[in-house]
């Protein structure tokens, strides 16, 4: 069984920035995926970013060249620098991690709410 936990969230004006990170404990296999999606009031659950084991990243069009994925394979945690943030990056951000044949394993993080806000 794989625990994910994020920290980081919180309410920022336009244009600033955050950083959540998230951490993995368990059975982690050494080839994952690690991102984080979002979820809007309303909305579907959408891709924001991930991270595979060997750093290949990966971002949704709308967060591209302002948000950033990381990790520290050592330590099983990844991270999102998120700048010039918008009022449309209000939303509950999961942690999200991938293991196994064909990523068949899928586990979730409680999610860290951003909000957006003047």
């Known amino acids: 069984q794989v625990q994910l936990v994020e920290s980081g969230g919180g309410l920022v004006q336009p244009g600033g920035s955050l950083r959540l990170s998230c951490a993995a404990s368990?059975?982690?296999?050494?080839?994952?995926?690690m991102g984080w999606y979002r979820q809007a009031p309303g909305k579907q659950r959408e891709l924001v970013a991930t991270i595979t084991s060997g750093s290949r990243t990966n971002y949704a069009d709308s967060v591209k060249g302002r948000f950033t994925i990381s990790r520290d394979n050592a330590k099983n945690t990844v991270h999102l620098q998120m700048n010039s943030l918008k009022p449309e990056d209000t939303a509950v951000y999961y942690c999200?991690?991938?293991?196994?044949?064909?990523?068949?394993?899928?586990?979730w993080g409680q999610g860290t709410q951003v909000t957006v806000s003047s």
């Open positions: 368990g059975t982690i296999f050494s080839v994952n995926v």
């Open positions: 999200n991690l991938k293991q196994g044949p064909v990523n068949m394993y899928g586990y």
